[in-house]
Each structure stands twice: as structure tokens, then as C-alpha cells.
């Protein structure tokens, strides 16, 4: 999350809570002299001698009737400081910076949302009166939040271990309550989490194989959804390999889109994700705040290789994948490869990876139905008349091919479809692929470019996947 803060700004450090009431009810008795002057003048009726001094429990303090939470990671500071906030406006007394003792707190802006953002106390220490539950006794007691370096501290006080359980409680709660990351579409990124837009897809649109789609239902919709399934097992991890551009990612778009109308937080994790959070502290965070919840983890070979091969970072993947630590409430993981061969074997063992599902090429059927999905018309000749999907073409040729046909529709201010054929040469002539790269299927196949014999016999792993 990104905070906005002033850097010529000189921060004074942070003092003690005793120091902190003590200055605090010196400013008030100035100002409630002043404010009690203008209030009788208005108001003679109202007693001069009754005013709301900010409690001072120091001298009372034990050890077990005061906490401190303290926060590092920065997303899960920007949910403290939200607490704190509420947990002051809807409790709090007499609230100042803690740091220089001015009327108002400090404050910063956090984003709660794609488009919305949140004014939210950084620096502040108020007194607290809490009615629970609407009864007469209220626990009294006091909050000093404090923005250090590198951590966000909390520090929670009462004078009795009771009224400081109840506080504790109703801090807590409010995360709980007002946590606007649950329900939501993230990823992480060197700053903490942001919010993405919600992908808008069905897995009708996906095209996928019926086996994949009733593994989907089972194994994400249902288990996230149905508490029934929350007492066998508290994650479910799928694998989907295959041939580059055959739909995986477009898979799990289709799944954030789903789960996102139903309120189930959907993480977007990279190998990128780990180049500035360790990979333990990050499904930490998730397992805390974010669950029930979806992680779609692209690429993860690139972190899950075969540790002879010198992989630093598989001891933590296998231990957030299957580890001694269990999960508090159910996660599901979708990790996506074009390279399963090159996972270690621990990896892709069962309670790791509970599902190895085979993302292979479309078939004809299906890419026809993937062109008449996004363009609403009839497939060109180059599909039609493929056996069994014998150009090896996916789902991301089919989806170019439909874009260009519509920027060539616009450019020449004519329909999309009398573009179609011109969008095929020009992807005919893009994408040659080339089967001994790692990830593309193996197809030895003739074709017909514009290049001598001689330039063919050297280099034979080219091919036309549009030409048979």
C-alpha cells in the first residue's frame, strides 16, 4: 500500500504514554478553560467545574493489564492504522499526535479500493470508553499507536486485565469487520498488496475440457464456498500445465470473476512477488486477513525447480504448500506452468498439489466456439477446415486473430469480418514457433515459407502452425 508522507518532514521520537497523558492534560486544562468561558457565556446553566480529562493510568499499569502489537508487514499496517482509526472515532476521547502533542493527530492516506482512499491516524494516543454490549459499566482504558521505521506499534492499556480484554476484543473485531482487502482482487507488489480490476469472464467463455471444469467446481467454487468441506481440509492446491497460450491464465481470470460476485478474496502471486517479501511472510498475511481465499501462483516453476538444480527458495514453497503450520480458515492454490517437467518431485506430490490437470491445445470444436465467443461470428477457413487442431493453434492465436481483425475493421472503417482473412495473413507471418523451445509442443511438420531448401534443411524446428 502506498502512504503518502511528507519527507522533509522531522519526526521527534516517540515518548513514553506517561509522558504523553501528563503533556496532553496540561493542553487541556488550557483549552477546556478557554472552551467552558465560551460555553457559559452561551450556556450559564452548564456546571464550569465538569469537563473530560484524558485518563492517566500509568501509575496503575501491570504487566498484564497492557499489550503492544507491533506491525511490519506494510499492508497489515495499513489495516492496524484503519483499526485504530475506527476503533478512536467510534470510542476514542480527546485524541492528539503522539508524537508533538498538536490538537489533531498525524495522519496519512491509505487506499481501501481500485478507486477509493482513506484519511487514517498515524501518529495518535486518546482514552477509551467502550460499552459492551450496551451495559452501563464501561471498560476504560487507553490507545497510543506510534509510526516507527520500519514497524507500525499499537499499544493498548486499561487498568484492570478485564476492561483490557475488552478493548483487545473490540480492536480485533474491527479488523475483522472493516478488513477491505477480504472480497477483493489483489496482488502484491514491492509496496504490499494493491488492488487489481476484477476480471469479467465466464468459464463458459474459457472453453475448457469438462474435466477441468468439474475439478474447478469441486475443488475452488465449492470448497471455498461450502463450510461443509472447512473440517476435512483447509487448502486444495490444482496444477495446470501445458502448451503456452492454451488457456490457463484465461482459466483463472474465470474463476477471479466467479468467486469475486460470491465475496472470496483472489491473490495474484508471481515469481516477481518474492523478489521483495519472503514467500513465508506473504502466505502468512494471507493466511491472517485473506482467507477463505483464492491463490492463482503463475509460473511457479520458476521458483519450484528441482533443488539439485540449485533452487534456493523450494524449501519455502514446500513448506507453505504442505508444512507443519495449518492453515486457519480454507485456501485454495492454482499454480500454472508450461514446464511441469522441471518441478521438483516434492512439489508436485500429493496434500502439495492435489490436482495435475493437462492444459493440452484446443480442440477445433473449441476454438471454433472460442472466435464465436469474442467475435460473434463464424469462424475464418484456417479453423474450419483443421482436423483435430492439427496447426497446433490456441486460444491466444485465436484471440489476436480477433483483435486485429477488429483494429483493421476500424482503421479501414469497415465490419470486423470482412477483416478476418487479412488479420490470419498477419498473424500467419508473426508467430512461427519453434518446437525445441522449452514449453511448446514437439510437432515436426512441413510448410511453406518464403525460404530455399537449403535454409529449411538447417533449420527444421521452425514451423507454420497455420499451414497443413
Do not use: W
Not at 468439474?214 to 467454487?221: H, T
Not at 495446470?240 to 478474496?265: E, H, N
Not at 514451423?463 to 497443413?468: I, N, Q, V
Request: net charge positive; aromatic share 8%; with cysteine.
Amino acid at each position: 500500500m502506498a502512504i503518502n508522507k511528507n519527507p522533509n518532514k522531522t519526526i521527534p521520537p516517540p515518548i513514553s504514554i506517561r509522558t504523553a497523558f501528563q503533556e496532553i492534560n496540561k493542553s487541556l486544562d488550557q483549552s477546556n478553560q478557554s472552551k467552558q468561558m465560551k460555553s457559559k457565556e452561551n450556556n450559564p446553566d452548564i456546571d464550569s467545574n465538569s469537563r473530560f480529562e484524558v485518563i492517566d493510568l500509568t501509575d496503575k499499569f501491570k504487566e498484564h493489564s497492557s499489550t503492544e502489537k507491533i506491525y511490519i508487514f506494510p499492508s497489515e499496517q495499513d489495516l492496524a492504522k484503519y483499526a485504530v482509526t475506527k476503533l478512536i472515532n467510534q470510542y476514542g476521547k480527546n485524541a492528539r499526535n503522539s508524537k508533538n502533542f498538536s490538537i489533531s493527530p498525524s495522519n496519512c492516506t491509505i487506499s481501501t479500493d481500485v478507486k477509493q482512499s482513506s484519511v487514517v491516524f498515524e501518529d495518535v494516543t486518546a482514552n477509551l470508553e467502550i460499552n459492551i454490549k450496551n451495559k452501563v459499566v464501561k471498560s476504560k482504558g487507553m490507545i497510543q499507536a506510534l509510526q516507527m521505521r520500519h514497524s507500525y506499534n499499537v499499544i493498548l492499556a486499561a487498568e484492570t486485565k478485564k476492561d483490557l480484554i475488552n478493548i483487545e476484543n473490540a480492536y480485533l473485531k474491527i479488523i475483522e469487520y472493516n478488513n477491505f482487502f477480504q472480497g477483493k482482487s489483489l496482488r502484491f507488489s514491492s509496496s504490499g498488496v494493491v488492488f487489481i480490476p476484477c476480471p469479467n469472464i465466464s468459464l463458459k467463455e474459457a472453453v475448457l475440457p469438462k474435466k477441468i471444469i468439474n475439478e474447478y467446481k469441486l475443488n475452488v467454487i465449492d470448497f471455498l464456498t461450502n463450510s461443509d468441506y472447512y473440517t476435512i481440509t483447509k487448502k486444495r492446491a490444482l496444477l495446470l500445465y501445458g502448451p503456452p497460450g492454451s488457456g490457463k491464465t484465461t482459466s483463472i481470470k474465470a474463476l477471479f470473476s466467479l468467486l469475486r460476485k460470491r465475496k472470496i478474496t483472489c491473490m495474484y502471486l508471481t515469481d516477481d512477488t518474492f523478489r521483495k517479501h519472503s514467500l513465508e511472510s506473504v502466505f502468512d498475511f494471507i493466511n491472517k486477513y485473506l482467507s477463505p481465499c483464492l491463490i492463482a501462483f503463475e509460473d511457479i516453476d520458476l521458483i519450484g525447480r528441482d533443488r539439485r538444480n540449485g533452487n534456493g527458495i523450494i524449501g519455502s514453497l514446500l513448506s507453505v504448500l504442505n508444512g507443519v503450520e495449518e492453515y486457519q480458515k480454507p485456501i485454495v492454490i492454482v499454480g500454472t506452468t508450461n514446464r511441469h517437467d522441471v518441478l521438483d518431485d516434492a512439489v508436485t506430490r500429493p496434500c502439495r498439489f492435489d490436482r495435475k490437470l493437462h492444459v493440452d491445445f484446443p480442440t477445433t470444436a473449441a476454438l471454433r466456439q472460442m472466435f464465436k465467443n469474442m467475435t460473434g461470428l463464424k469462424a475464418p477457413e484456417i479453423i474450419q477446415q483443421s482436423k483435430d487442431n492439427s496447426n497446433k493453434l490456441t486460444g491466444a492465436h485465436i484471440k489476436e486473430i480477433c483483435n486485429t481483425s477488429k483494429i483493421l475493421a476500424v482503421k479501414n472503417k469497415c465490419e470486423v469480418y470482412d477483416c478476418i482473412n487479412e488479420a490470419v495473413k498477419i498473424i500467419k507471418e508473426s508467430f512461427y514457433l519453434a518446437s525445441n523451445v522449452s514449453g511448446f509442443a514437439d510437432v515436426n511438420s512441413d510448410f511453406d515459407m518464403d525460404m530455399d531448401t537449403e535454409e529449411k534443411a538447417e533449420d527444421p524446428a521452425i514451423y507454420d502452425p497455420f499451414e497443413r
